[in-house]
């Protein structure tokens, strides 16, 4: 059933503002987003009024949940501060969550945004997949990092927080929209014998993420909260190149046991995964590690070996910076053609030699969250 805009308004209509006017009037709503199920729009408020206006944006979610043919609801509250305005204080955005005290970070004060951490029911260890740009395979590197977890024995889910350009629905071969449960949240799509749960399959492969830095942060508050992701070991999150709001959001929001840096050899690719482990150490999340992807090209008729973007310019960072290398995963034809089609390397190839490098990788990060989590 196709829902227009007209549709999403009327609905909106009945939910009322803490003005007291409808909200089609409050003279607060974005561009509408409407086509194939899926509804998508900010509202756009002064930040004083942020924590008043929480809980019409949840009412206006739920407002456009009753439209029939509507799948996924997506509505972000987008707060700014008029300049000379003091700052607000921070809304709680715990989704029905209690703050989990243990879990805030070593040294930071509770009044702080890393003191308002949650843990998401059922999700032992959230760990972040980073890298400081595009183009090192991040992507491809926390998908078969995920499932050489799997095959160690945990129980492990993926969540794809590269808004603006997903690549686990291509990654993995996943067409499927995901479903709503009876408690409203979204069931996430199970492949490989994990839950994925991507912006990706909300929205089609060509529709281009044309969203301010508030929705991107909400959106990705619903994809942790907002998904049904059951009781798992580990939560691995794909995060989007760089150090913005994204990665912000989810140091912020829940308590992350540590960060995966990729990279390629390359100085330039160095440069930025120095970013990316500086800005996640300032909101206190450990590195646990340094990938080099890439790292050299195998000529599968020679057998001949080839430095194409240089080599070991990663591990020598992981030494200068005192953070550990977790290892080098070539530049290889399988790879990139599993990925292509849909079947990652490590569950295609699960004897081969690349499975094995992945999960050597997942060996050390294991090790490492078993001991953080006897620590505390």
Same mark, same amino acid.
């Given at each position: ?12 209509r009945t939910?009322t ?6 909200l ?8 509408i ?10 509202i ?14 949840a009412?206006a979610?739920?407002?456009?949940r009753t ?15 008029k300049p ?16 989990v ?9 509770a009044?702080?945004p ?12 959230i760990?972040?997949?980073?890298s ?6 991040k992507?491809?590197?926390a998908?078969?990092?995920a499932?050489?977890?799997?095959d160690?024995g ?16 291509r990654?993995t071969?996943?067409?499927?929209k ?7 949240k979204?069931v ?15 929205v089609?492969e ?6 301010r ?10 994809? /942790? ?13 794909d ?8 990665? /912000? ?6 308590? /992350?046991r540590g ?9 330039l690719?160095?440069i930025?995964?120095r970013?990316g482990i ?10 646990l ?9 195998q ?7 080839s430095?194409?973007?240089g ?21 290889h034809?399988?790879?990139?053609t599993?990925s292509d089609?849909?079947?990652p390397v ?15 990788i997942?060996?050390e990060?294991k ?6 989590a006897?620590?505390?």
């Amino acid at each position: 059933m196709a829902i227009d805009k007209a549709q999403v308004l009327a609905a909106l209509r009945t939910v009322t503002s803490p003005r007291g006017v409808s909200l089609t009037d409050a003279k607060v709503l974005s561009e509408i987003t409407a086509a194939d199920g899926k509804v998508f729009f900010s509202i756009n408020v002064d930040a004083n009024e942020a924590r008043a206006w929480e809980e019409v944006r949840a009412k206006a979610e739920a407002a456009v949940r009753t439209i029939p043919g509507v799948t996924t609801a997506m509505v972000a509250l987008t707060a700014e501060r008029k300049p000379g305005a003091a700052a607000p204080a921070q809304p709680s955005h715990s989704h029905g969550v209690k703050p989990v005290a243990q879990h805030r970070p070593h040294g930071a004060p509770a009044d702080s945004p890393m003191g308002k951490q949650a843990s998401i029911p059922g999700i032992s260890s959230i760990i972040a997949v980073a890298s400081g740009k595009g183009g090192v395979g991040k992507s491809t590197t926390a998908l078969n990092l995920a499932l050489a977890l799997r095959d160690l024995g945990l129980r492990v889910g993926l969540l794809d927080a590269d808004i603006y350009g997903p690549s686990v629905p291509r990654l993995t071969g996943v067409r499927e929209k995901p479903a709503l449960n009876d408690a409203k949240k979204m069931v996430p799509i199970v492949r490989f014998g994990m839950p994925l749960m991507s912006i990706g399959f909300l929205v089609e492969e060509e529709t281009a993420m044309v969203w301010r830095g508030p929705m991107v942060m909400s959106a990705i508050r619903q994809m /942790l909260w907002d998904v049904a992701w059951g009781e798992l070991d580990v939560l691995v999150v794909d995060m989007p190149p760089g150090t913005g709001d994204a990665q /912000l959001t989810l140091a912020q929001q829940v308590p /992350l046991r540590g960060v995966v840096i990729v990279s390629t050899p390359q100085d330039l690719a160095l440069i930025d995964a120095r970013r990316g482990i500086a800005m996640f150490d300032k909101v206190n999340v450990p590195t646990l590690g340094i990938i080099e992807n890439m790292s050299y090209f195998q000529c599968p008729e020679c057998g001949t070996r080839s430095d194409i973007f240089g080599h070991g310019g990663a591990r020598h960072e992981a030494e200068r910076l005192k953070v550990p290398f977790l290892g080098e995963i070539p530049l290889h034809m399988s790879i990139r053609t599993s990925s292509d089609a849909g079947t990652p390397v490590v569950n295609s190839e699960p004897d081969g030699v690349h499975a094995a490098i992945y999960r050597s990788i997942g060996a050390e990060i294991k090790r490492q969250l078993v001991g953080a989590a006897a620590a505390v």
